[in-house]
RNA sequence: GCUGGCGUAGCUCAGCUGGUAGAGCAGCCGCCUUGUAAGCGGCAGGUCACCGGUUCAAACCCGGUCGCCAGCUCCA
């Protein structure tokens, strides 16, 4: 029984059914060795099923096999499910009867609004829950499930609630969709950027220094610098102007930006300057978990004129957040992130042109990029006093400008309530990483409060006071978040211009050595990381090595090479490879560098 | 933070019901001088995450801590 299932790819009725109905009998299952299991929800997923139980004796992984025998047991057994509609106090008596609080709970909060209850039977099982159901389990493919993993999970998703205990599900119509499912899932794991990252040597984690805080090793550290250099570039030619700012602040400027009453939990605990008079009270310093209350400090340097507006304050700040342990991930979440940061502070009249410009820059971004699944979420506020600050007027304002903005540039976008920023409501790009979670890729927000707090102003043309509004963007997200995004996309193979060895320089024996290093010295004379590979390995080896570091291009040079003063241009991302003349050569592989060719993809050809 | 699982060499992993560790790759040193994904030989490398307990004896059993993974909650 699901609380609420809203597919994100869209599930077809009878798979629906089929998943619904596999719940079902894992409960059933369930129930035959823990006859005193509370159940929770039960609702089919993208990639098959989960029921949540609240258990009196735990289950282990090593349980799912006897689970997964009795189900197959169950589903053999051709039980029908049968649906039956009850009148509320015969509902919840039903449910009082069979012991199952969790139900009654939320069967007493459907009642509440008004709503009839339905029970589905099966066998000796019994759920509320409104269907609907295979006509019997005969109709599982009896080979198209799997039990897949067992995890906690809060009662109705509440942090103060009891935790249950989830057994997660694989279901497929065939057998052979379950094996490809399962075969895909673990090639999909062979991009996780956590493994290559390490193989590539990008970045690491070192429990000393702390977890969730990345030590970008020597080639990450590249990728980071290039990303940096083509986003200031970009940047640069819309007008942006750049600054940088401290990464610690005063606790009152953390007071005036509102931070401190509702964003503390996320922040790392304040540094006590020591006092040595024990009446004044001591300072407190933050770390910054944004560059927004620096960015605004440096527009109130002076006063601002409407002639200077948008003033658009572009840093890529680094900034901590003391992110729960348990939500750390690899590069996807971190406790230290660089933020492709700026701040527009504009008109109201400005907002939807700086808007537009900012989202052209950012599907620039994912075109070059080609990050596809990237979808757009426009995340509003709720009711929710403590997550957000309190002025309906303004939100409501903010939020159907925004609105407004994506219908005129008539692009597609979900709506989210309560997933907007403490201060503004924001247009988030979302997708997803190679292990199927949602995360924000890079976002937009409107923000009205800062204004305010701050006292913003500038003179407008008539002479008066007027206050701008405030645009946070990141089109890049983080350093690490879209990193991360990155390696997983390109499968560790990056193009040239990002890759930290862009050439390596591959002679067939030592006689070519020198010859090699000539060509070597040449391209680092034009700034391109090249290297010669000067060991006494095998070539095949040589070979080897380079293509498994995932180098865009191997130049292999021998006898014929020298001869000629040719290069044997063998590319990472494509099958053929040509002989060029060297000068051409070099040429060449500035050209894509310049030009930031994606030539990582093997439809792309090596310029003429 | 919570629930569950995991932690053996730089990496990937072996190590039976407790008898104080092993392979391949990488590294280093030789030999080989190579034409498109692993040439050959040798050497070195581990307080078995850490702390404590049980035991004659602990990588293995128990407790705690730290870290990692999945999920929940939360988010760039």
């Keep these: 029984m699901s609380e609420k299932y809203e597919p994100k790819h869209k599930m077809d009725e009878s798979l629906f059914r089929m998943r619904h109905s596999l719940a079902h009998v894992l409960a059933e299952a369930v129930l035959q060795v823990r006859p005193k299991a509370q159940l929770g929800f039960g609702p089919p997923i993208r990639t098959g099923f989960y029921y949540d139980f609240k258990l009196d004796e735990p289950l282990a992984e090593s349980d799912l096999p006897d689970i997964e025998k009795r189900m197959r047991k169950i589903i053999q057994e051709k039980q029908e499910f049968k649906r039956e509609d009850l009148p509320k106090e015969q509902a919840l008596k039903k449910l009082e009867g069979m012991g199952q609080e969790l139900k009654v709970e939320y069967a007493q909060e459907l009642l509440k609004a008004g709503e009839n209850l339905s029970f589905y039977s099966s066998g000796p099982f019994v759920d509320m829950c409104e269907g609907p159901h295979v006509s019997d389990t005969s109709k599982i493919p009896l080979n198209g499930f799997k039990l897949d993993s067992l995890a906690g999970s809060y009662w109705r998703g ?179 992130l660089s933020m492709n940061d700026a701040h527009l502070y504009c008109t109201v009249d400005q907002i939807e042109e700086e808007i537009k410009k900012i989202v052209a820059m950012q599907e620039f971004y994912y075109k070059k990029f080609r990050l596809e699944r990237v979808w757009i979420r426009l995340s509003l506020h709720d009711q929710d006093k403590e997550k957000f600050v309190d002025n309906e007027e303004l939100w409501t304002k903010t939020e159907n400008m925004l609105r407004e903005v994506l219908k005129e540039l008539k692009v597609e976008y979900e709506e989210a309530a309560g997933e907007a920023a403490f201060y503004g409501p924001k247009l988030d790009y979302q997708t997803e990483n190679v292990i199927g979670r949602e995360e924000t890729i890079s976002t937009i927000q409107l923000d009205f409060t800062a204004p305010e707090r701050f006292q913003l102003e500038f003179t407008a043309a008539d002479g008066s006071k007027q206050r701008p509004l405030v645009i946070h963007r990141a089109p890049l997200g983080t350093h690490e978040r879209f990193i991360s995004f990155l390696i997983e996309r390109f499968g560790g193979a990056f193009p040239s211009w990002l890759s930290p060895i862009q050439v390596r320089i591959v002679p067939v024996a030592e006689d070519f050595l020198p010859y090699a290093e000539k060509l070597s010295d040449d391209l680092r004379g034009q700034m391109v990381r090249a290297e010669v590979d000067a060991t006494t390995d095998s070539f095949s080896k040589k070979v080897r090595n380079a293509v498994t570091k995932k180098i865009p291009n191997i130049w292999i040079v021998g006898a014929n090479e020298v001869k000629d003063q040719t290069v044997t241009w063998r590319r990472y991302a494509v099958e053929k490879q040509a002989q060029v003349p060297a000068e051409k050569a070099k040429g060449m592989l500035a050209l894509m560098i310049q030009q930031r060719t994606m030539d990582n993809f093997p439809d792309v050809d090596l310029p003429p």
């Design 158 to 336: 509440d942090s103060h609630r009891p935790m249950l205990t989830r057994i997660y599900g694989l279901a497929f119509p065939t057998e052979n969709e379950l094996k490809e499912f399962i075969k895909n899932r673990e090639l999909a794991l062979k991009r996780d950027h956590r493994k290559l990252g390490q193989e590539l040597e990008l970045f690491t984690f070192d429990e000393h220094v702390g977890k969730g805080l990345p030590l970008w090793l020597p080639n990450g550290t590249v990728i980071r610098e290039e990303l940096e250099k083509f986003a200031k570039e970009l940047e640069f030619k819309d007008g942006y102007v750049r600054v940088a700012t401290p990464n610690i602040a005063n606790g009152e400027l953390y007071k005036l930006s509102g931070h401190l009453q509702l964003y503390k939990e996320i922040m790392f605990p304040p540094m006590k300057s020591l006092e040595k008079d024990p009446d004044s009270p001591a300072e407190e310093f933050y770390m910054k978990p944004m560059n927004c209350p620096h960015h605004h400090m440096i527009y109130l340097n002076r006063p601002r004129s409407y002639r200077e507006l948008p003033l658009r304050l572009a840093e890529y700040g680094t900034c901590y957040r003391f992110e729960k342990s348990g939500q750390l991930a690899g590069l996807l979440r971190v406790r230290s």
